[in-house]
Nanobody
Framework: QVQLVESGGGLVQPGGSLMLSCKVS????????MAWHRQAPGSQREWVAT???????RYSDFVEGRFAISRDSAMNTVFLQMNSLKPEDTAVYYC?????????WGQGTQVTVSP
């Protein structure tokens, strides 16, 4: 059974930083693309960043230069380092393993950016 468990969310002030983690079990995530998405209240889920199986990274325009996605294959874990956070970054952040049509998803972790 494939499971993805996100952690690291919380409340942070504007300009602050958080690092999210996504621990994968039941599959070797190293051979698949991994992605982070987010969903703000009242909005559709949107793509944030992807790291390929060969460690090529891509970012959405609204996080480019502020967020960094990485992976530790030995730990079967993917990370999202978020810097210079803005109130509009407030959302539930989801991890996705693109190992199948639609992918495997975690339950999400809440990130709230507020003074």
């Amino acid at each position: 059974q494939v499971q993805l468990v996100e952690s690291g969310g919380g409340l942070v002030q504007p300009g602050g930083s958080l690092m999210l983690s996504c621990k994968v079990s039941g599959i070797n995530s190293a051979i698949y693309n991994m992605a982070w998405h987010r969903q703000a209240p009242g909005s559709q889920r949107e793509w944030v960043a992807t790291v390929s199986s060969s460690n090529v990274t891509r970012y959405s325009d609204f996080v480019e230069g502020r967020f960094a996605i990485s992976r530790d294959s030995a730990m079967n874990t993917v990370f999202l380092q978020m810097n210079s956070l803005k109130p509009e970054d407030t959302a539930v952040y989801y991890c996705q393993c693109q190992a199948a049509p639609g992918g495997y998803w975690g339950q999400g972790t809440q990130v709230t950016v507020s003074p």
